[in-house]
């Protein structure tokens, strides 16, 4: 017998969810779904993490460059610049740099994916707590990231003495007066002559320097030019050894073969005023210096000439010299009386900060740029005795 079982109706078409799903679909799309979801995910989180690291690297090379520059590293610090400093570099070497300070804090303050540049801030702390802050502009080069003008410029002019002492580095300095000399300065604290030179204290306070700023480390903008070294006084207490070397040189002049006709000789007499009264000094020169005069130092660089560096000296108490000069047809004798003072002699200091006495003229020289003391020899201001 042959049971006939009848066509089962349709119905209406069913689709997911409704329709109930076989199950090895439902375990594909369970296998699927996840995959899909963590590689999209993988995908945006490869993007955000090459991203982050494209905009941490001109911040790290602002931190290297700093961190080669505190450490004295200076060829590293210059290889992360892009360009060669426009100033004079003889103070970018590791002598002249100190570790007496430290980075606070570094941040992007600008940068894009699409564009060529990056601007990193940094904070700097030195002596005294005195913070610096200031802004880097850095270019991708390569593979790299440079610094672009990262040098701080540190301009002097009318030293005292004829070098420059930065962080104990002794650099000696060839410069007319009135003319400046600029130097690039790495970041970092720059203390000028910690090792004064001799009748000299240097009291200022050290540099900060850190891109375009420089300060000093009370937090006070560093004057430029000049005054950077308005910090020199002379030592109190030292004028007596002054005045023992000026004794010494005043002796020294007598004893030459010339005597005081010798230049630099401030005797205030010449041979031809003598001769205009009709006397001579004869062959024997009979000079003696009854009172010395005493003298301090002054910082007026710009009144020396052809020595270019040095302190002129200021007469405090002037000196008195005498001699004999005789009547030549009848052989009367006069004794005549000279004011010693120290104009036109200077302090004149070498590289190692000591200082002679002399004048502010090259005897050698066949002309003067400007007339000084010792110009067609020294004014006369004796009067008989």
């Known amino acids: 017998m042959v049971v006939r079982r009848d066509k089962p109706d349709p119905g209406a078409a069913k689709r997911w969810p409704d329709a109930p799903m076989q199950a090895r679909t439902r375990r594909r799309i369970a296998i699927a779904v996840p995959l899909i979801l963590a590689l999209a995910a993988g995908i945006y989180t490869v993007r955000w993490v090459h991203t982050d690291r494209q905009a941490s690297e001109p911040v790290e090379a602002v931190r290297a460059l700093l961190e080669a520059a505190r450490s004295g590293n200076v060829d590293a610090a210059l290889a992360m610049t892009t360009d060669e400093p ?19 804090d570094l941040g992007l303050q600008s940068w894009s994916p699409f564009t060529d540049y990056a601007y990193v801030w940094a904070t700097v702390k ?3 707590g005195t913070e610096l802050t200031t802004e880097f502009s850095l270019v991708p080069v390569g593979d790299d990231w440079k610094v672009e003008d990262p040098f701080t410029t540190l301009t002097i002019e009318n030293l005292p003495v004829p070098y420059l002492d930065v962080n104990g580095f002794t650099l000696p300095v060839d410069t007319e007066p009135y003319e400046g000399l600029d130097f690039a300065l790495l970041p970092g604290v720059y203390q000028l002559y910690e090792h004064a030179p001799e009748f000299l204290a240097y009291e200022a306070e ?45 002796d ?9 006709e010798s230049f630099g000789c401030p005797f205030g007499l010449r041979q031809r005023d003598i001769d205009n009264l009709d006397f001579t000094l004869g062959d024997d020169n009979r000079w003696e210096i ?5 003298a301090a130092a002054s ?28 009547d030549s047809a009848t052989g009367e004798e006069l004794v005549l009386e000279c004011p010693i003072t120290t104009a036109g002699l200077y302090l004149v200091f070498d590289t190692t900060g000591e200082y002679t006495i002399g004048p502010n003229q090259d005897p050698n020289a066949p002309t003067s740029p400007t007339d000084t003391a010792w110009h067609d020899g020294y004014e006369s201001w004796c009067e008989a005795a």
């Open 299 to 326: 910082g007026f660089g710009g009144a020396i000439y052809t020595e270019e560096f040095g302190l002129g000296l200021l007469t405090r108490n002037e000196g008195r010299a005498r001699v004999t000069a005789v």
């Open 252 to 260: 020294e002049c007598l004893a030459s073969p010339d005597g005081p």
């Open 86 to 104: 426009q100033d004079a570099t003889d103070l970018l070497v590791p002598e002249a740099m100190s570790a007496d300070w430290e980075i606070l």
């Open 206 to 250: 050290p540099l900060l320097a850190l891109g375009d700023r420089l300060v000093k480390a009370d937090g006070a903008e560093a004057p430029l030019l000049g005054e950077a070294f308005e910090g020199f006084t002379a030592v109190e207490g030292d004028e007596p050894e002054l005045n023992a070397r000026l004794t010494a040189y005043l």
């Open 290 to 294: 009854i009172e010395y005069p005493q």
């Open 126 to 128: 030195g002596p005294n």
